[in-house]
Every structure is written in structure tokens, then in C-alpha cells.
């Protein structure tokens, strides 16, 4: 498949299309290691006793941008990242909100 935009896989994984789903998460894993680097940062878990590690965060990230790929309107003339981020982030909070509910 040639390279396509965020929007474009969208609307492909939207319709069933497995490898667009497949190029939607590979072409955004920089930024979803970004995500999680910051947050493992500055909520120090590399010094808790959660048992978070980053790549946990990555995992659940990548479960929110697949959901949030699911729900995205092509039409509303919006950019997929702007719509997904709140949807990545919170996912990985509900993570480590479970850790500490946990503990």
C-alpha cells in the first residue's frame, strides 16, 4: 500500500481493511513512544512500585488510537492525531489508575 495519510487509513480501517489498521499504528508509534516517555517521566513510575514499565503505556496507547481510528469522522475536516490524542492519553491514565487502585 503507498503511503496514505492518518485521515486515509482511517477511512480504510473503517471499513474492515486490516492492514490499514496495521499502517495507522506503525506510522504512529513514534508519537505513541513519545506519549508514553513523557508520561512514564513525569509521573515518575520508573521509581514506583507499580509495575508500570513504558512499553505497558505504548500497548494501551495503541489500543486507544484503534478506538479512537473507529470513531473518527473523515468529514469533520480534522486532523486524526488531534482528534486521537485525548483518546491515546487516556488510556494509558487508565492504566496506571488501575495500577494505583491496585496497589
Given at each position: 500500500m503507498k503511503r496514505r495519510t492518518n485521515?486515509?487509513?482511517c477511512a480504510l480501517a473503517q471499513?474492515?481493511?486490516a492492514e490499514a489498521r496495521s499502517l495507522l499504528l506503525e506510522q504512529n508509534m513514534g508519537f505513541l513512544h513519545k506519549t508514553a516517555g513523557e508520561l512514564y517521566r513525569s509521573m515518575n513510575l520508573a521509581q514506583s512500585d507499580l509495575y508500570v514499565d513504558c512499553d505497558d503505556l505504548v500497548q494501551e496507547g495503541s489500543i486507544g488510537?484503534?478506538?479512537a481510528a473507529?470513531?473518527?469522522?473523515?468529514?469533520?475536516?480534522?486532523k486524526f492525531l488531534t482528534y486521537?490524542?485525548?483518546?491515546i492519553r487516556n488510556a494509558m491514565m487508565d492504566m496506571?489508575?488501575?495500577a494505583f487502585a491496585a496497589f
Open positions: 485521515e486515509q487509513l471499513k474492515g481493511n488510537l484503534l478506538n473507529a470513531g473518527f469522522d473523515t468529514k469533520r475536516n480534522m486521537a490524542v485525548p483518546a496506571v489508575r488501575d
